[in-house]
């Protein structure tokens, strides 16, 4: 935005220099910048910034620089340390240096040089550097680090906007700034001399550095006096008659005449590095004064409409609103956009403003678009007002080697860099997606973290990956940082891998680093990582770390099998690995505290889960690993000893749920591992469960038993819902604990208890209500005793309730009676209503009997034969062999016609389910 601006001589003439103050990054600056250049003519621009970039400058006017971009610079040895000079469409610097391009007007950089600013900045913190912070400071008065500065310098810092806006009587400096620079000149009017607004701020500034000195920027005379010595030097080179643009706080330093001896003596002994200069995208949001940066923005995606709407800039807005609003199902018609501009238009009135400014907009959108919420504002802001627009370089800009092989595989993999967060799906069976997730693990694994591991929405194979991709301009420095391990991507990731293997602390992090080499395809590095995980599992004795590492040693197997890898030598660590930790776990869980316990527990969890992958059967592969199309080759078993890992495992699980010195939360968790696997009999849970609540245990102990074994989201409370036993036995335990001990065990049993879902919950409350053997009974009459049910379920079976579901099972498993047999039985007219009760409930008999076997064919071939034997009933009254049952039934299908007025045909070949119904109920009664 528009700053104070002088000239040498006072006039603006040929006589002096113009110097043009600014205020970085704003839309009315950057109009009145190329006004007074396009009326003063300067036979060069000299602008605020690194004098290093000079060569760069013709590239500023190829088609495909499009801004925003950045200028970085970084030390060559160590490219952490990079600052960056962003310019924006409408930044003021940017439309100079265009407009010297077009008008093949010389433009040089006359800030302090990179090779000082960076030198000088050592330890900083900050993306941007303190030279890029430093140069917006001067421009706006914001705070930026400095190397050794302390807070109380920093606090005294001046924001000259901000006294500016405070003088002429404003509470907000932006908005001042608003009304005085960018709404100037927005009704399409020029001003009659392009150079007065700069004179009068420059004015203005003046008097600030009077009362204030340096405002608190204490590099700013050195800045300042190099920017002298440019400046005689461009008046040497080109003539008194140059334009200077710059931040207005540095103009009346500027404009006075001092001594070059002196400005030189101020220069001396500045500490100095290499440093290189190159173009960089930059982004809207990295704009944004949020984002850290010290000349930032609120409103960057605002000020760049502004500065590309010809007129009517608020309709114009208000119309992309619409856009985006309609894009997210907003209900936003054109009477929308017309009643929030007349909104905000009357707003801008009522407050005295001369224009609808962002503010006004954001008030007519909530409460026109919007109906007074907050969402969709929130939305504008994000995607407008602030918005993700990512610049663009020229592929012919200074890069390092890895940048230029990295844009090249990009092209190649049709993955462009976005600045809008969104979200990729790979399939690894395609070559293409194949070589984007290698590019992806080979980035992150440089620390470049370009795309970040999401949770897939949509399949859990190990074949599809998901990303969510995002690309920063921060991700430019940490490429070039990364230039130092190799020039390519695959050399510079196998590198980084070596060495961090060497460096590892941690078995588990040589064990994750085997993993990403192998998601990343690092066949140079996979065999040193895999020798350096070797020596750490043989002497690393810790059951808690070999028991961290087995999961995603697991993992890599896996994956290896998924990608075409060969994963023999991983496979055969990871069998090591499993063995070292069934011999050491179980004296590792002896004699542990509540905490240890419970990181215990998460070790047997992932153990278990580590061991469940590691058992299953694996196919050998071909050398080449994959088909041309990507897709895995299957091939042979293979002979592993993944045959006995299970039983072994599950040795090791009843050895620790039967020994009395392990924590009852680590015995009830090794007891239901072992339930779920299969390994427990019938009566195996119930008597270890028994055992643990017995009035011998301690209270406390018996609560971290149940916690273990029925705690967590892992069906424990469904357990407790289906298995009378098992709930008894808790509720007995429950009554015997001692009231001294009760508050004890109360919170463990909340705390298991609370993660089951609603539902389980209340129907537990019920029974619990209830008493375990009531509800048992109330669930489970008892018939003539003849009935036995599945161990765990009570007594009986209520054959009323289910009788009551096998109309639905008989539609489901498609085994209703067939509609010939039942017209043949009724046109018979011989059954009677006992008759076709008792046929009917043959049919619920043996439908109830068979829903006890979990076999879908035993349950058609019992629906079938008590489809006949009902049928049969109906007919005879009394139950016939099947054979005989059949040839009865071809018999009368042919009288099908005759007798179809009877009673029975019409009531008993009824399809509802209501009717079917009755006749269960009949049945059961």
């Known amino acids: 935005m528009t700053g104070g601006g002088l000239t040498g001589g006072g006039a603006g003439g040929a006589d002096g220099p113009v110097l043009l103050g600014v205020r970085h990054h704003g839309p009315g600056s950057a109009r009145a910048v190329r006004a007074a250049l396009e009326q003063s003519r300067p036979g060069a621009v000299l602008i605020e910034g690194p004098p290093e970039a000079d060569a760069l400058v013709p590239l500023a006017a190829q088609e495909t620089m499009r801004p925003p971009v950045a200028l970085l610079a ?35 950089f006359i800030d302090l040089p990179a090779a000082h600013s960076l030198a000088m900045t050592e ?23 400095e190397d050794g500065g302390d807070g109380d310098a920093a606090d005294i810092r001046v924001d000259p906007i901000g006294v500016l806006a405070a003088t002429a009587g404003y509470d907000d400096a932006e908005r001042w700034w608003e009304d005085v620079v960018e709404h100037r000149g927005a009704d399409g009017r020029a001003e009659a001399d392009a150079l007065a607004p700069f004179a009068a701020l420059a004015e203005a500034m003046g008097a600030l550095r009077e009362a204030y000195g340096d405002g608190g920027h204490r590099r700013d005379p050195v800045r300042e006096a190099h920017m002298r010595l440019r400046m005689r030097a461009a008046q040497s080179e080109f003539g008194d008659h140059v334009a200077v643009v710059c931040g207005a706080w540095h103009v009346p330093a500027l404009a006075r005449r001092g001594a070059v001896a002196a400005d030189r003596q101020l220069l001396k002994g500045l ?38 709407a010809p007129d009517r800039p608020v309709e114009r807005w208000m119309t992309k609103v619409a856009g985006v609003l309609r894009e997210e199902d907003y209900a936003v018609s054109s009477a929308h956009v017309i009643e929030a501009v007349r909104l905000a238009e009357g707003l801008a009135a009522v407050r005295g403003r001369p224009h609808a400014g962002l503010v006004e907009a954001d008030d007519a959108i909530r409460a026109v678009m919007g109906d007074g919420s907050a969402a969709p504002s929130s939305l504008i802001h994000d995607r407008l007002v602030v918005g993700d627009v990512l610049g663009e370089v020229p592929e012919d800009a200074p890069a390092v080697p890895l940048q230029r092989d990295l844009a090249r595989i990009q092209r190649m993999l049709r993955l462009k860099p976005e600045a809008l967060e969104r979200e990729a799906e790979l399939d690894l069976r395609k070559e293409t997606d194949a070589g984007r997730s290698r590019l992806l693990h080979r980035l992150r694994l440089l620390g470049i973290p370009w795309g970040e591991p999401t949770r897939s929405r949509g399949s859990t194979g190990t074949f599809r990956e998901t990303w969510r991709l995002r690309w920063e301009p921060e991700l430019s420095v940490r490429v070039a940082e990364a230039g130092i391990w190799g020039t390519t991507v695959l050399s510079a990731a196998t590198a980084k891998a070596v060495s961090d293997a060497a460096g590892a602390a941690s078995l588990a992090e040589v064990t994750a680093l085997a993993e990403r080499c192998l998601l990343a395809e690092l066949p140079d590095a996979l065999p040193v990582v895999m020798r350096v995980l070797s020596d750490r599992a043989a002497l690393d004795a810790d059951v808690g770390h070999l028991a961290q590492a087995l999961p995603a040693l697991v993992r890599s197997v896996r994956y290896g099998d998924v990608r075409g890898t060969d994963g023999a030598a991983l496979r055969e660590v990871a069998f090591g690995l499993a063995e070292r930790v069934f011999v050491g776990l179980p004296p590792a869980c002896v004699g542990l505290d509540a905490d240890g316990a419970a990181e215990m527990r998460g070790h047997l969890d992932a153990t278990h889960g580590a061991v469940g992958l590691l058992g299953q059967p694996v196919t050998t592969r071909p050398v080449a690993g994959r088909l041309a199309t990507g897709r895995p080759v299957t091939g042979v078993p293979e002979a592993a000893p993944a045959a006995g890992l299970r039983s072994r495992w599950a040795g090791v699980l009843r050895s620790v749920a039967g020994r009395d010195t392990v924590p009852g939360l680590i015995r009830g968790r ?16 119930e008597h270890l469960m028994g055992l643990a609540l017995s009035p011998g245990t301690p209270p406390a102990d018996a609560a971290g038993w149940i916690e273990g074994f029925v705690g967590g989201g892992d069906g424990g409370g469904m357990l407790l819902v289906h298995d009378a036993r098992l709930l008894a036995l808790v509720d007995g335990w429950l009554t015997r604990v001692p009231a001294a001990a009760f508050t004890d065990v109360l919170p463990l049993l909340r705390r298991t208890f609370a993660e089951y879902e609603a539902g389980v919950r209340r129907t537990l409350g019920e029974l619990a209500r209830r008493g375990p053997a009531a509800s048992t009974a109330a669930r489970h009459p008892a018939d003539d005793g003849t009935d036995a049910a599945a161990p765990g379920f009570g007594p009986g079976l ?16 498609g085994c209703s009676r067939r509609e010939g047999d039942r017209e043949a039985g009724t046109a018979t007219g011989t059954g009677t209503d006992a008759d076709a009760d008792a046929g009917t409930g043959a049919w619920a008999d043996a439908a109830i009997d068979s829903a006890a076997d979990n076999d879908a064919d035993a349950h058609a071939d019992a629906y079938a034969q008590a489809d006949l034997d009902a049928d049969t009933g109906a007919r005879s009254g009394r139950a016939q062999d099947s054979t005989s049952h059949s040839d009865t039934t071809a018999s009368n299908g042919k009288s099908n016609g005759r007798g179809s007025g009877d009673r029975h045909h019409s009531e008993g070949n009824t399809n509802t389910a209501s009717s079917n119904t009755n006749s269960l109920a009949g049945a059961g009664r």
């Open 123 to 145: 330890g900083a913190e900050g993306a941007e550097g303190a030279e890029g912070a430093e140069g917006a400071e001067g421009a706006e008065g914001e705070a930026a680090k």
């Open 271 to 308: 500490p100095k590095v290499k440093a290189a200069v190159t173009w960089v995208p930059w982004t809207h949001r990295r704009l944004a004064r949020r984002s850290g940066y010290g000349a930032g923005i609120a409103s960057p995606g605002w000020y760049g409409h502004l500065f590309s």
């Open 670 to 685: 090794a007891s239901r591992l072992l339930l779920d696997d299969g390994e427990l009999g019938e009566e195996g849970a």
């Open 74 to 108: 970084h030390v060559l040895d160590d490219p952490g340390r990079a600052a960056f000079w962003p310019f924006a469409e409408f930044s003021p610097e940017w439309v100079a240096l265009r407009w010297a391009q077009e008008h093949r007007v010389p433009v040089r």
């Open 798 to 813: 209520d054959r009323d309730r289910a009788a009551a579901v096998l109309p639905t099972l008989s539609l489901l498993l």
